[in-house]
T-cell receptor, first 113, second 110 residues
Framework: DGGITQSPKYLFRKEGQNVTLSCEQN?????MYWYRQDPGQGLRLIYY???????QKGDIAEGYSVSREKKESFPLTVTSAQKNPTAFYLC????????????FGEGSRLTVL | QKEVEQNSGPLSVPEGAIASLNCTYS??????FFWYRQYSGKSPELIMF??SNGDKEDGRFTAQLNKASQYVSLLIRDSQPSDSATYLC??????????WGAGTKLIIKP
């Protein structure tokens, strides 16, 4: 079945640690996105990539980094520079950059201890 | 800054009634409008999109768009308890980026 796989589903991090969230898609989509969602808030864009080896900062990129070495993969690293990383992280993809339907992974919930 | 506004709710509707969800947006250049449903702890899923002024119906769902007034709404007829969720409005801006509202929590009471 085609879809987006995020891992891990739950992750606990100590302060000062970097963690990497995995996102893999087999939909052959060009564009991939990382969003952060906090309780009672909408989705906020962290980074996005429209093509392999290229990505752009979203609205809240500080403290995060990404790579896009393969079309299928778009991992997100939450660095120790991110001051308040506890949140629900969503990876999404879409076929082109002008279509609206985003396909989401199941999400990764990160908690900082 | 481009904004999408939704009433956070919760909006409580009796089972079988019509639920009406509203969304306003600030960017007049927006062309595409989307409603996503998100169950608690889950990821959003697309339920409706609309591009043109007027109504668009899909089963029990109707999306309504009024570009002059810059609002889009979602009507859910014959509401069911399974419709209880948070509904996110998303607007595609002139740069093809999605701007998201904070969502309206809908509760359908049996």
């Amino acid at each position: 079945d085609g879809g987006i796989t995020q891992s891990p589903k739950y992750l606990f991090r100590k302060e000062g640690q970097n963690v990497t969230l995995s996102c893999e898609q087999n939909l052959n989509h060009d564009a991939m996105y990382w969003y952060r969602q906090d309780p009672g808030q909408g989705l906020r864009l962290i980074y996005y990539s429209q093509i392999v080896n290229d990505f752009q900062k979203g609205d809240i990129a500080e403290g995060y980094s990404v790579s896009r070495e393969k079309k299928e993969s778009f991992p997100l690293t939450v660095t120790s520079a991110q001051k308040n990383p506890t949140a629900f992280y969503l990876c999404a993809s879409r076929q082109g950059t002008s279509t609206g339907e985003l396909f989401f992974g199941e999400g990764s919930r990160l908690t900082v201890l | 800054q481009k904004e999408v506004e939704q009433n956070s709710g919760p909006l409580s509707v009796p089972e079988g009634a019509i639920a009406s969800l509203n969304c306003t947006y600030s960017d007049r250049g927006s062309q595409s409008f989307f409603w996503y449903r998100q169950y608690s702890g889950k990821s959003p899923e697309l339920i409706m999109f609309i591009y043109s002024n007027g109504d668009k119906e899909d089963g029990r769902f109707t999306a309504q768009l009024n570009k002059a007034s810059q609002y889009v709404s979602l009507l859910i007829r014959d509401s069911q308890p399974s419709d209880s969720a948070t509904y996110l409005c998303a607007v595609m801006d002139s740069n093809y980026q999605l701007i998201w509202g904070a969502g309206t929590k809908l509760i359908i009471k049996p």
